[in-house]
């Protein structure tokens, strides 16, 4: 009976041990978790094309748009909102719009008010949106991707596309032609199986803070030389960049030759070569190592006592 109750005693003291050496050490563990968490739910860049294309949105679906220098009757058929001004532009957003592989989603044609088109998913067209002869407007944050042409300019000047996708298109993800003066930036360019941005006598516009990643003809092609494609600190990301970025400042140390013309290329390459690799858990797995330990030594000792 004696050496039954020594025995319970010391499984008692064991697992009271155990039990602080685990409440101490919670805080770490839940870090720990926490932190694998987030390793799990990060995403490189590649991810995030995969993962964040607006997610072909299901909200608000509609038919194609056309129009053509008659924004009154667009906004008196409430498909957009404002006045047309600099202070009040037109406003289409929260639209998605699904196609049969013809047409475009949303055609604008000999318009010099402003404009914007904001916030929608435009898919299965020969042109996701297409500009013609169309002037001041702003492509903010949409998603043309599955089309023929995601973004075509044509024979337009002083538009900026801002922050939109592009992905898998047939052909380019945005195509100008003859078109001049345009900023295009922190766009996601991507999977499109000709080129990711193509300028075809096209001149003076800026492109940079772009993220080109595996287009499969070429990421880009320019045939002017005058277009820029950096703001002369940052350029564009490139994901067949072959240079080093030895001082670990973000951007290459060698210029990106744009394909096309000779003498274009982006001087400040943005460089990434992917997050540092670390152990998930390392903290984790070392503490629950020695906890492991020390159960195993005050086992032994307590037999022997």
Not at 255 to 283: A, K
Request: net charge negative; glycine share 8%; with cysteine.
């Amino acid at each position: 009976m004696t050496k039954i109750i020594k025995s319970n005693t010391k499984s008692k003291i064991i697992i009271l041990i155990t039990l602080v050496i685990l409440f101490i050490l919670s805080p770490i563990i839940t870090k720990n978790l926490s932190s694998i968490g987030s390793i799990n739910n990060s995403r490189d860049y590649g991810d995030a094309i995969n993962l964040d294309k607006k997610n072909l949105k299901i909200s608000v679906l509609t038919e194609p748009i056309f129009i053509d220098d008659n924004w009154s009757a667009a906004k008196a058929a409430g498909i957009c909102t404002g006045e047309g001004t600099y202070s009040n532009p037109y406003v289409i957003k929260d639209l998605v719009i699904e196609g049969n592989h013809s047409g475009s989603g949303i055609q604008i044609s000999h318009s010099t008010v402003y404009f914007k088109i904001e916030n929608s998913t435009i898919y299965k067209f020969s042109n996701g949106i297409l500009l013609n002869y169309a002037s001041n407007g702003i492509l903010f944050e949409n998603n043309f991707s599955n089309n023929t042409f995601g973004i075509h300019i044509k024979h337009a000047d002083n538009n900026s596309v801002i922050g939109n996708i592009a992905d898998g298109n047939s052909n380019s993800g945005i195509f100008l032609d003859n078109s001049s003066n345009h900023l295009i930036s922190g766009n996601i360019i991507s999977h499109n199986v000709e080129i990711g941005i193509f300028m075809q006598d096209s001149t003076n516009n800026s492109i940079y803070t772009n993220f080109l990643i595996d287009n499969v003809g070429e990421n880009a092609w320019n045939d002017e030389l005058t277009n820029h494609w950096d703001n002369g600190m940052v350029g564009n990301y490139w994901s067949d960049y072959s240079g080093i970025d030895a001082d670990d400042d973000g951007i290459g140390d060698t210029p990106y030759d744009i394909p096309g013309v000779e003498g274009v290329q982006d001087n400040f390459p943005i460089w990434d070569d992917g997050p540092d690799v670390q152990i998930p858990g390392y903290n984790l797995f070392f503490f629950l190592g020695i906890l492991s330990v020390v159960v195993i030594i005050l086992s032994k000792k307590l037999k022997k006592s």
